[in-house]
């Protein structure tokens, strides 16, 4: 049985949140994720055993977290003014917000135009979403049914979602199958990107993740294994 809490603990001087997962398990483990810590122990180990492994860690908690939180800046800046940078298809376009009744919201290489009445920061990221998740409506459908055909596979209904774990999500039953995909994902360098939609387009064939599924996958994406990789490290684009 799994058992999880929030919970926060000082390390060198700074409060660190931290997530408490009891499981049967026989020892205590951490990993940095949702910038926070993630820490797994045994039902049986007491919160004060707990609290000294983490002190006994604090340093290396620190400096991973400070790794993550640039890594999220990096992919992530949320610098919501004139000025500030929005990933977009693996590129940085520059914010070039002005005020305007009507709503502009365009793009060329370099600059994202963003005109809304009164621009505030969460106005602005508002409106950027709004663009991104259009961006994604706009181009994902289209990358699913052509690598659909070529399995000689029916496309499935697709969907934008906003999961913080998963780029995507496959569903298949007979006569109706539907492809979720994180709206994020227009964020990623497009053969990533594609990467994911070749990942969840093979599901469709094998609803599990058995060497009959990776020959599919490598059939369709032959890098999967170092494209495995670079998303590991775009994680915390949907970390919470
Ligand atoms: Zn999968």
């Given at each position: 049985?799994?058992?999880v809490?929030?919970r926060?603990?000082?390390?060198?001087?700074e409060a660190?949140a931290?997530?408490?997962?009891r499981?049967?398990r026989?020892?205590?483990?951490?990993e940095?994720?949702?910038?926070g810590?993630?820490?797994r122990?045994p039902?049986?180990?007491?919160?004060?055993?707990?609290?000294?492994?983490?002190?006994?860690n604090?340093n290396?908690?620190?400096?991973?977290?400070e790794t993550?939180?640039?890594?999220?800046?990096?992919?992530?800046?949320?610098?919501?003014?004139d000025g500030?940078?929005v990933?977009?298809e693996?590129q940085d376009?520059?914010?070039s917000v002005?005020s305007?009744r009507?709503?502009?919201a365009?793009?060329?290489?370099?600059?994202?135009?963003?005109?809304?009445?009164k621009?505030t920061?969460?106005?602005?990221?508002?409106a950027?979403?709004?663009?991104?998740?259009?961006?994604?409506?706009?181009?994902?459908?289209?990358r699913?049914?052509?690598?659909?055909?070529?399995l000689?596979?029916?496309?499935?209904?697709?969907?934008?979602?906003?999961s913080r774990t998963?780029w995507?999500?496959?569903e298949?039953?007979?006569?109706?199958?539907?492809?979720?995909?994180?709206w994020r994902?227009?964020?990623?360098?497009?053969?990533?990107a594609?990467?994911?939609?070749?990942?969840?387009?093979?599901?469709?064939?094998?609803m599990?993740h058995s060497?009959?599924f990776?020959?599919?996958v490598?059939?369709l994406?032959p890098t999967?294994r170092?494209?495995?990789?670079?998303l590991?490290?775009?994680?915390?684009?949907?970390?919470?």
């Amino acid at each position: 049985m799994r058992e999880v809490s929030e919970r926060e603990i000082t390390l060198e001087g700074e409060a660190v949140a931290y997530r408490l997962i009891r499981s049967r398990r026989r020892s205590i483990g951490i990993e940095i994720a949702y910038g926070g810590a993630v820490v797994r122990a045994p039902h049986w180990v007491r919160v004060g055993d707990i609290h000294s492994f983490l002190l006994e860690n604090a340093n290396w908690i620190r400096r991973k977290l400070e790794t993550w939180r640039a890594a999220r800046a990096q992919v992530r800046p949320e610098d919501w003014r004139d000025g500030g940078f929005v990933r977009y298809e693996g590129q940085d376009l520059r914010l070039s917000v002005f005020s305007s009744r009507t709503r502009v919201a365009d793009n060329d290489l370099f600059d994202l135009r963003i005109g809304i009445p009164k621009p505030t920061p969460p106005r602005i990221r508002d409106a950027v979403e709004e663009w991104l998740k259009n961006g994604a409506d706009a181009s994902f459908p289209e990358r699913v049914v052509q690598c659909c055909a070529r399995l000689g596979l029916a496309a499935p209904a697709v969907r934008l979602s906003n999961s913080r774990t998963q780029w995507g999500s496959c569903e298949h039953h007979a006569g109706r199958s539907l492809i979720r995909l994180q709206w994020r994902l227009i964020q990623l360098p497009p053969e990533l990107a594609d990467y994911i939609i070749a990942h969840e387009v093979s599901h469709l064939r094998e609803m599990n993740h058995s060497p009959r599924f990776w020959t599919t996958v490598a059939g369709l994406y032959p890098t999967y294994r170092d494209a495995e990789k670079r998303l590991r490290e775009m994680a915390p684009l949907i970390e919470p």
